[in-house]
T-cell receptor, first 114, second 114 residues
Framework: DTGVSQDPRHKITKRGQNVTFRCDPISEHNRLYWYRQTLGQGPEFLTYFQNEAQLEKSRLLSDRFSAERPKGSFSTLEIQRTEQGDSAMYLC????????????FGSGTRLTVV | AQTVTQSQPEMSVQEAETVTLSCTYDTSESDYYLFWYKQPPSRQMILVIRQEAYKQQNATENRFSVNFQKAAKSFSLKISDSQLGDAAMYFCAYGGTSYGKLTFGQGTILTVHP
């Protein structure tokens, strides 16, 4: 286990379709985070989990977005009825419960909605 | 809510010279963490340097050092002996003591000229 893995790397979808992304964190990390990054901007926090519990959600996470981490390991982020404004890079990160040491980002999933 | 501002959208430096990237932040917390991340094109976010607010000593990592001015809420990154591989987008980020989400600035694109 060498890092945070995200799948797929790229996704092109038609407006109105549903998409799901997967994140596999570093195995010993209890916390898992989702961020959204639009072109030329800094990442914006969406939500995070400690084990299977979703502890915080941003107001950016509209009703069309849902995230799960059912067994406290991998996580999925689903976007329903995609819109062109959803086009962005979706980043996952993981960390130990305490402290920021080891806070590690994945390479992201780039979503393009056409 | 915490905010992070990077006022330099782009910076450039000659190879082997020194460049300083600026960052200011706003918070009502007395203890927190500040970070500089590097994001090369189409590659993952990499931690450059971390500063804990309760530490008065400025953090240093090889060619990278920070100037942390807590009263002024300023956190600049100095890159010495710049190398071509330093070219990337640099993000300043803030983390609170809940060790959860990070709040990022807008980023500064650094170009290194040979």
């Amino acid at each position: 286990d060498t890092g945070v893995s995200q799948d797929p790397r790229h996704k092109i979808t038609k407006r109105g379709q549903n998409v799901t992304f997967r994140c596999d964190p570093i195995s010993e990390h209890n916390r898992l985070y989702w961020y959204r990054q639009t072109l030329g901007q800094g990442p914006e926090f969406l939500t995070y989990f400690q084990n299977e519990a979703q502890l915080e959600k941003s107001r950016l996470l509209s009703d069309r977005f849902s995230a799960e981490r059912p067994k406290g390991s991998f996580s999925t982020l689903e976007i329903q009825r995609t819109e062109q404004g959803d086009s962005a890079m979706y980043l996952c990160a993981s960390s130990p419960t305490t402290g920021y040491y080891g806070y590690t980002f994945g390479s992201g999933t780039r979503l393009t909605v056409v | 809510a915490q905010t992070v501002t990077q006022s330099q959208p782009e910076m450039s430096v000659q190879e082997a010279e020194t460049v300083t990237l600026s960052c200011t932040y706003d918070t009502s917390e007395s203890d927190y963490y500040l970070f500089w991340y590097k994001q090369p094109p189409s590659r993952q976010m990499i931690l450059v340097i971390r500063q804990e607010a309760y530490k008065q000593q400025n953090a240093t990592e090889n060619r990278f050092s920070v100037n942390f001015q807590k009263a002024a809420k300023s956190f600049s990154l100095k890159i010495s002996d710049s190398q071509l591989g330093d070219a990337a987008m640099y993000f300043c980020a803030y983390g609170g003591t809940s060790y959860g989400k990070l709040t990022f600035g807008q980023g500064t694109i650094l170009t290194v000229h040979p």
